[in-house]
Every structure is written in C-alpha cells, then in structure tokens.
C-alpha cells in the first residue's frame, strides 16, 4: 500500500510559523488531488486545505489566509504552509490523496501517522 509520511510539525507560540511536508511512497503523485486534514483530541478529522493535480487550491474558513497549501511533483512532496498559528489550529495533521479538490472530497489511501502541531504560549 502507499506510505504517507507526514513531517514538520511541533510546538510554536501563538502568531509563529510551521511548514509541514507530506512525501507520497508511489502512485502517480503530479495526477493526484491532494489534501490535508487536522484533528483536534475529541473532534472529527477534517479537511482543512486540498490542491488539485493543476494546482487550483480550497481553504476551509477557519485556516484561509493563514495556510497556503503547495506542491512539488518531482519530490512527490505535499507542503502546508502555517502563519499567524493560532490556539485553535493545535491538532494532528493528516495528508491524503483525495477524489477531487473539493473540501467535502474523500480520502483515497489508509492513513500515515501525521504530525503533531501544538500552538501555545
């Protein structure tokens, strides 16, 4: 099966900065829509950015204008971008490939392990 293995995170005070990365093991990552999810402990996993394989770009309110969402295809890397971080983004942060570049798409691979991302001062 595709690994997923997600990277980048940790702990930042309020208004600091992360960039996490997603590196996808096989598949033919340039044709894939992609996105990232986040769950907060007692709450849904949900999808709070998505690229698609022409690189057009979704953003859930809670995150737009703070996150950017990119990708290098020849790294068959996924990137999240994370300014102005917030309390409220304190989750684990889950990549996958997804069925389209929608924020109600689905996931397509079993889950990697994600990386922790803890805002706090």
């Known amino acids: 099966q595709v690994q997923l293995v997600e990277s980048g995170g940790g702990l930042v005070e309020p208004g600091g900065s992360l960039r996490l990365s997603c590196v996808a093991s096989?598949?033919?990552?340039?044709?894939?829509?992609m996105g990232w999810y986040r769950q907060a402990p007692g709450k849904q996993r949900d999808l709070v950015a998505t690229i698609t394989s022409v690189r057009k770009t979704n953003y859930a309110d809670a995150v737009k204008g703070r996150f950017t969402i990119s990708r290098d295809n020849a790294k068959r890397t996924m990137y999240l971008q994370m300014d102005s971080l917030k309390p409220e983004d304190t989750a684990g942060y889950y990549c996958?490939?997804?069925?389209?570049?929608?924020?109600?798409?689905?996931?397509?691979?079993?889950w990697g392990q994600g990386t922790q991302v803890t805002v706090s001062s």
């Open positions: 096989e598949g033919v990552f340039s044709a894939y829509n």
């Open positions: 996958n490939r997804l069925g389209s570049g929608d924020l109600r798409a689905s996931p397509v691979y079993a």
